[in-house]
């Protein structure tokens, strides 16, 4: 396990919190670098099945950052996301992927020491939980 | 010439999709005058061995409804694979794992427990489980190898058409049957039912305003259904918007929400859309209302993927000591 190096895959939105990561790297503040940034347009464009594949193709975590709930550039595009996270997470569970190992979070564009800490704090838990290596399901040899 | 070879076989089903065949009524008769059946193990007495003695190719199209959950199903669809040109996996298990692959959702032990163990219908005071080999008066028996996830059927062999429906509908067979015997069949590879999700062909699409919430999930067990009103702004669970339209919206027409038997509408992941659809509709802007909501849909994943957990994302529950 002391090798373990943790691939985290985070979902952040343009206008809060991939501007709050890209101040973060500006003041040089220093978060694991196995976090794997994508920028999306907002958190409500994450699409769950996003968020399935990152797990099922090798991600130890899964982050989805967006703006305050009340800031969301597209109004309630952050709520939205809110509850299909909620629900998302009660599911990923009967699967026997732990509820830690996804987080959603808000971040806005002048929070950059909020993204560092976020980024620690899921660094640690994954640390924590170990390799998820969810083989899922293991495709047998399709003879054709 | 000679007529074309038709084989149907069973897997891990309930074996309503070969009813659902039966179920074409009389136009049965005029298929099986055209075509010549090989194997149907649920209606005519052939055997495996018969099947064996085919040249290989030779069996113009198979039909194989259920997943894959037991090396005799493996091994009699191995078989069928190199015996046809065209296989078709009929129905929803045998495209996506169906109903069966809920089990996907625990491992083989509590499988066990549950079915010869706990179950209050079964009495089995020496705790027999089922073993690939024991030991019978001085005979070792053995039975087929159970596995401990289901496997679509595509997992296991080539598959050509996908046909979708828990059990597919009399007017889809029916279509697939002439296109096999006239030809007219798409690309390989294409699931024979529309792209598009239900809510396009549903009656009661007219009836959903541009904006509603759903304030709490009930069942539908709980309410008397308005029966032409959309029932997601009944605030029941419908899975329509996540699902393939083609099957001619027979459980709305009956007032019960659809249950997602058509599976995905579309190479995605026919939970994650439905999570991604909730999440539009329901009530609750704060993680404690959302949660208020959420708490109605006791089982997620087994709401969402009750056709399709074996072709879910996530496929199967983590195993745990790897």
């Keep these: 396990m002391a090798d373990f190096k943790p691939k985290i895959v985070a979902f952040l939105c343009n206008w809060c919190s991939y501007e709050g990561a890209d101040k973060a790297g500006g003041q040089k503040l220093n978060y694991y670098a196995g976090i794997k940034i994508i920028r999306v347009m907002c958190s409500g464009r994450v699409d769950p099945y996003f968020v399935l594949k990152a797990f099922r193709e ?16 597209y109004r309630k595009g952050n709520i939205s996301a809110l509850k299909r996270m909620r ?36 660094t640690s838990r994954i640390l924590n939980l170990g390799p998820l290596k969810l083989e899922g399901y293991v495709k047998r040899k399709a003879a054709q | 010439m000679t007529k074309p ?5 069973w897997n891990s089903s309930c074996g309503g999709c070969d009813e659902s065949i039966v179920d074409i009524e009389d136009k049965i008769l005029d298929i099986a005058a055209k075509v010549e059946f090989v194997l149907w193990p649920c ?44 296989v078709v996996a009929f129905g929803a298990c045998a495209w996506l794992g169906g109903v069966p692959s809920l089990i996907n959702l625990k491992n083989k032990e509590e499988l066990f427990k549950s079915s010869y163990l706990e179950s209050i219908s079964v009495e089995n005071p020496r705790k027999t489980l089922p073993a690939i080999k024991s030991k019978v008066d001085n005979c070792t028996l053995t039975l087929p190898e159970i596995y401990d996830t289901l496997y679509k059927l595509d997992d296991i062999i080539g598959v050509d058409y996908y046909l979708p429906g828990c059990p597919p509908t009399a007017d889809l067979i029916t279509d697939l049957f002439l296109k096999l015997i006239e030809g007219g069949l798409p690309e390989k590879g294409a699931v024979l039912a529309p792209a598009r999700s239900l809510c396009i062909s549903c009656p009661r699409n007219e009836t959903k305003p541009d904006n509603f919430e759903i304030d709490e999930i009930k069942r539908i067990h709980e309410i008397i259904a308005d029966p032409e009103k959309c029932f997601l702004v009944q605030n029941l669970l419908c899975m329509g918007p996540s699902t393939r339209d083609g099957c001619g919206c027979s459980c709305i027409k009956g007032n019960m929400p659809c249950t997602g038997c058509f599976g995905p509408a579309d190479k995605s992941d026919q939970g994650a859309k439905m999570i991604g659809t909730l999440g539009s509709i329901l009530k609750g802007s704060t993680e404690s209302e959302a949660d208020r909501v959420i708490d109605g849909i006791a089982d997620p994943a087994g709401t969402f993927y009750r056709y399709s957990t074996a072709a879910s994302m996530l496929g199967r529950k983590r195993k745990e000591d790897r």
Aim: glycine share 8%; aromatic share 6%.
């Design chain 2, 43 to 86: 209606a005519m007495d052939f055997k495996y061995d018969h099947v064996r003695a085919l040249p290989d190719g030779d069996i113009t199209v198979s039909l194989i409804n259920g997943g894959i959950q037991n090396s005799h199903q493996e091994e009699i669809a191995r078989l069928i694979r190199k015996k046809s040109k065209t």
């Design chain 1, 58 to 73: 090798g991600a130890d975590g899964v982050m989805v950052l967006g703006c305050h709930p009340g800031d969301c550039h």
């Design chain 2, 5 to 9: 070879k038709i084989a149907i076989s």
């Design chain 1, 87 to 122: 629900l998302l997470e009660k599911m990923i569970v009967q699967f026997g992927v732990e509820r830690e190992r996804f987080m959603l979070d808000w971040i806005s564009a002048g929070e950059s020491e909020k993204f560092q800490k976020t980024a620690e704090k899921m």
